[in-house]
């Protein structure tokens, strides 16, 4: 079992709780019980036929996707044990500072032994680091836009001396598509593309003798960050009507995506670390997410910011008091998967390098891993 004692997720699947307090689980019970968390934050593969499991789709000769809040005997098809509730609607100051106690619950008790930060200068890579003792690792050629803002913010906050520039070339992303498309096993090009930027810089933090990477993960789709959600159901990419039900539905992509984003991480060498998929910031963000209107308060603009949900949900809650940057809460950053930008010249060569291990053009998936 990855993730979660072993007593903590049978307590949950006996009580169907989705949020029993952990990152995340995926793996075996000791009765051969299978099992994966709700939000799918541990990978897990599964061959039906012959009943056996996986952390990645390589070890078995014909597996698919464990699907994300099921639960399986080995005989039967996998059943839903866990759903993201329908919870009552609460006060905004309730809401917010349930949220500001679980985001710093789950920060001040992560250790920073092995520890690096995937710091793209942005709000939640930021609000992450701020927290941690741990250098701040960015990659991105040589003047791009995520480096720019990676140093601005760092500045700001105090931390230049623990950040850790990563330049990296046309070169090393063209050495580095066909492992990233074989880790992840997929050859759409929207996936290799962002699972690149996190494998690069994963990649380098294990160079550079660390084992755990922490990333700011999530918190688009928990707190509404992307323009899609605010501007339902005017947005052709949901189908949802409401704010909420287009944050539910982007939230629900979540399996697909970590499961992507995980692989790459490990492949390159180092343990992903997600605090703000922390099961206390689960539930704080998903039951505050009922509170007012339609268009509830997470995406109200802060003063002077120019995107509404991205930058202003820190602030609303309670931020910067511990120390992230103002730039980071409400300067423009094109997003990115963390640490790398993708500029408009590798376009070209990375469709070129990505024909040779089998891209294709479409995918669903959608990410932004600031």
């Not at 995926?26 to 051969?32: H, I, Q, S, V």
């Not at 990645?56 to 098809?77: K, M, Q």
């Not at 050629?141 to 850790?164: K, Q, Y």
């Not at 990375?350 to 990410?367: A, E, K, P, Y």
Request: hydrophobic share 40%; glycine share 10%.
């Amino acid at each position: 079992m990855r993730g979660g004692p072993v007593d903590v997720v049978r307590r949950a699947i006996d009580d169907r709780n989705p949020f029993p307090g952990t990152y995340g689980f995926a793996g075996e019970l000791p009765d051969g019980t299978v099992v994966r968390d709700v939000l799918g934050r541990q990978p897990l593969f599964y061959d039906s036929a012959t009943g056996h499991t996986a952390a990645t789709p390589h070890e078995l000769s014909d597996g698919e996707s464990f699907p994300a809040g099921h639960v399986w005997n080995r005989e039967d098809e996998p059943e839903r044990v866990f759903e993201l509730p329908e919870p009552e609607p609460v006060t905004a100051p309730v809401a917010m500072e349930e949220t500001r106690v679980a985001i710093d619950e789950a920060l001040t008790g992560l250790s920073s032994d092995g520890l690096a930060v995937a710091f793209s200068g942005g709000v939640d890579s930021a609000l992450v680091a701020s927290y941690l003792d741990a250098p701040l690792h960015v990659a991105g050629f040589d003047g791009s836009s995520d480096i720019e803002a990676a140093r601005n913010s760092a500045e700001v906050m105090g931390r230049s001396n623990d950040l850790v520039v990563h330049e990296v070339s046309l070169e090393d992303i063209e050495a580095a598509i066909p492992d990233v498309a074989r880790v992840i096993d997929r050859t759409n090009a929207m996936d290799v593309q962002i699972a690149l930027p996190l494998y690069l810089v994963a990649e380098r933090a294990a160079a550079a003798g660390f084992d755990r990477l922490a990333l700011g993960q999530g918190a688009d789709e928990l707190f509404g960050g992307y323009a899609k959600i605010a501007n339902a159901p005017d947005d052709h990419r949901v189908e949802a009507d409401t704010v909420r039900g287009a944050r539910r539905e982007v939230l629900e992509t979540l399996p697909d995506q970590l499961e992507r984003d995980v692989l790459a991480v490990r492949a390159a060498g180092v343990e992903p670390v997600t605090p703000l998929l922390h099961d206390s910031v689960v539930g704080a963000a998903w039951w505050g997410h009922r509170f007012g209107s339609q268009r509830h308060c997470w995406l109200k603009p802060t003063a002077g910011a120019k995107q509404p949900s991205r930058y202003g949900r820190w602030r609303f809650a309670g931020w910067p008091s511990t120390g992230s940057p103002k730039q980071s809460l409400t300067g423009r950053r094109r997003p990115s998967s963390t640490g790398v930008s993708w500029p408009e010249r590798w376009t070209g060569s990375l469709g070129r390098r990505g024909s040779s291990v089998g891209w294709t053009t479409t995918s669903s998936s959608t990410s932004n891993l600031d």
